[in-house]
């Protein structure tokens, strides 16, 4: 299973997750845990909620260290968890999650978390709680090797090779360490990674930088030094060099994609910078230039592709987080054509038609979509929900409660789901 995207995790993870950062924000680590703990509920594959519920764990028990006990309170879910690998490792993930935010540095239920990850198709999660780990045991050889075999089997050739150079140095007389060493620069080099085609340096091979200065005009090492400025969030430099490349080879058309990348993480940096100092001015203005650049970043794209309508997905809902709306409802036509992101489509179309105030034609649309989800899941209980509000908001009081009723009979603690029942204004 992929790992979720925040923009694409269903619309009743939001508002957890949003409660969840502003929590975490305020060092009110206990609230965030439990408010990113509701969003995996939801989504157990949106990995961002589980970086972030990790974050909280840490900081957490710093402040509040797992007394000498907690391994024997822990260990009836250890077993629990343990029992449950084989036959049903997802819930196996979710329990060692729980064991981890008592204590998210203990090795033993980090393995198991990563045991369960694997078994279940999840590596990205295994990584993530490998990679937690690592950074408090850096030395930890066993633990490096698992992280190398995770990063090879999911592409990261550069941090696998990173991993290799990390255990040969630890380990110098180890021939099998250096074989698996040379084998992952092999790969590197190969240009696994994409931007990272040059192979990084080790004790006996020149930097990058001294690499250009004998080859200036090999665009391998003009790429790995992008990467390597942005890796090192020099972004202003990186997004010089990016643009000076562009214009040496303009058939690159991956260069201008990695320019938009490269111009977002500035963006949201300074917005970040901008938040911090509670400057709302700034905040506003960058905000602003940040969904106008991500706008132009998705245009540029279907413009490029225009039959790619998985693009066009991508293109409407940036107009839509806009209030773009008819150029938003125009993208979303479209891809309502690609039969993956079709029910994801006809919701945003729902929603857009329902802004401008065209309550009839957003009804249709998420009939329409109704109709295509026969099964009670969480994408059935968003579009029940959206419709009954907007039945009930529209005159249709009875027909929008039954369609709560369907949300409330099986899951009563959806959003206000309860509220809107058993006290209707």
């Known amino acids: 299973m992929a790992e979720v995207k925040l923009d694409d995790a269903p619309e009743s993870a939001l508002p957890y997750f949003n409660k969840g950062m502003q929590a975490l ?27 972030k519920l990790r974050t909280a764990a840490v ?17 009836p879910l250890f077993m629990k968890a343990s029992g449950l690998l084989k036959k049903q490792p997802e819930q196996a993930v ?28 999840l590596p990205e999660i295994a990584i993530l709680t490998l990679e937690i780990i690592s ?34 140095k630890q380990n110098p007389g180890d021939a099998q360490a250096a074989k698996a060493l040379k084998d992952a620069a092999a790969r590197l080099t190969m240009g696994k990674t994409g931007w990272q085609k040059a192979a990084p340096p080790t004790a006996s091979t020149p930097t990058i930088q001294e690499q250009l200065k004998q080859d200036p005009d090999n665009p391998d090492l003009q790429l ?8 090192e969030r020099k972004y202003d430099r990186a997004i010089q060099t990016l643009e000076a490349f562009s214009l040496q080879h303009p058939e690159n058309t991956g260069a201008e994609k990695k320019l938009f990348a490269v111009r977002e993480l500035e963006l949201s940096a300074r917005l970040a ?19 106008n650049l991500q706008i132009h970043s998705a245009r540029r794209e279907t413009e490029r592709y225009p039959n790619d309508l998985q693009l066009r997905f991508e293109l409407g809902k940036r107009y839509y987080n806009a209030r773009q709306l008819n150029e938003a409802i125009q993208q979303f036509q479209l891809a309502q054509n ?48 959206e419709l009954g509000v907007l039945l009930m908001q529209t005159g249709s009081a009875e027909k929008g409660a039954s369609l709560l009723k369907e949300i409330y009979a099986v899951d009563i603690g959806y959003r206000d789901v309860a509220k809107r029942i058993e006290n209707p204004a």
């Open 25 to 51: 924000n305020r060092n009110n680590h206990a609230y965030a845990m439990d408010m990113f703990e509701t969003v995996l509920s939801i989504e157990p594959r949106l990995l961002s909620a589980r970086r």
């Open 338 to 385: 690609n039969p993956h992101r079709r029910i994801r489509a006809l919701i945003y179309l729902g929603k857009a038609f329902s802004v401008k105030g065209q309550t009839d034609i957003a009804t249709e649309q998420f009939e329409k979509a109704l109709t295509e989800l026969p099964d009670m899941n969480e994408t059935r209980k968003e579009v029940l929900y």
């Open 273 to 291: 910078a901008a938040e911090d100092e509670e400057d709302e001015d700034a905040v506003t203005s960058l905000r602003q230039e940040l969904i």
């Open 94 to 121: 979710e329990l060692a999650e729980k064991l981890l935010r008592t204590d998210p540095l203990n090795l033993k239920y980090a393995n198991l978390q990563a045991d369960a990850a694997e078994a279940a198709g």
């Open 135 to 168: 950074q408090n045991q850096p030395s930890d050889t066993a633990l490096l090797t698992r992280l190398a075999r995770l990063y090879q089997q999911t592409d990261q050739t550069d941090m696998e090779f990173e991993c290799r150079e990390r255990i040969a």
């Open 59 to 75: 900081q957490y028990t710093k402040q509040n260290p797992a007394g000498k006990l907690s391994l024997a309170r822990n260990l």
């Open 224 to 231: 790995a030094r992008i990467d390597q400025l942005i890796r």
